[in-house]
């Protein structure tokens, strides 16, 4: 069974910068799976902000970035802001039609 | 711009049946892809299924393949969800959401609607 994994919580201080991954269980991440990263809130719907390894979605800042990390799919964010803390969830496509979630990581900004 | 309403929710005893309703507006919906992606009280997003703009390929994730059907009516720019013999843990916030205004890319949700509950329960 294909799991998509992340880690469960991060932190980073105002201003500094933090890189998220998204790896599987078995085998490597690349461009072909094509990670989409996705932020929420409580109570709130999922917002997209990268598709496709390193594409912006409408209205997202420059300062958050996608990439390839090795073997796991990444997402930067630098100059951390208070309102950046939520949960990030990143969506790799399987090439089969099906696309799976991470268990997402929750990001506190202290 | 686009926006997307899911509707239908509400509470269903375990077994039962539901449909959801996602009306979509600001795009050409005949023309787009479109997915349901699901989320438990206190748990993370969970795709569930994509039908393709003509509704001639469908893909679900093994949680719900037999039990859920996706399917649209281009001519209403409406998609469904029909969720049967429903179990508790089929119990989240439904979204339906689009693709990306870009080609090749339809299987990857970018635009999303707010959601629909749907409780099982007795």
């Known amino acids: 069974q294909t799991v998509v994994t992340q880690e469960p919580s991060f932190s980073v201080s105002p201003g500094g910068t933090v890189t998220l991954t998204c790896g599987l269980n078995s085998g490597s991440v690349s461009t072909s799976y094509f990670p989409s990263w996705y932020r929420q809130t409580p109570g709130q719907a999922p917002r997209t902000l990268i598709y496709n390894t390193n594409t912006h979605s409408s209205g997202v800042p420059s300062r958050f970035s996608g990439s390839i990390l090795g073997n796991r799919a990444a997402l930067t964010i630098t100059g951390a802001q208070a309102d950046d803390e939520s949960d990030y969830y990143c969506l790799l496509y399987m090439d089969s039609g099906i696309s799976i979630f991470g268990g997402g990581t929750k990001l506190t900004v202290l | 711009q686009v926006h997307l309403v899911e509707s239908g929710g509400g509470v269903v005893q375990p077994g039962g049946s539901l449909r959801l309703s996602c009306a979509a507006s600001g795009f050409i919906f005949r023309s787009s892809g479109m997915h349901w992606v699901r989320q438990a009280p206190g748990k993370g997003l969970e795709w569930m299924t994509f039908i393709r703009y003509d509704g001639s390929y469908k893909y679900y994730a093994d949680s719900v393949k037999g039990r859920f059907t996706v399917s649209r009516d281009n001519s209403k720019n409406t998609l469904y969800l029909q969720m049967n013999s429903l179990r508790a843990d089929d119990t989240a916030v439904y979204y339906c959401?689009?693709?990306?205004?870009?080609?090749?890319?339809?299987?990857?949700?970018?635009?999303w609607g707010q959601g629909a509950l749907v409780t099982v329960s007795s």
């Open positions: 959401a689009k693709p990306p205004d870009l080609p090749f890319l339809e299987f990857l949700p970018a635009y």
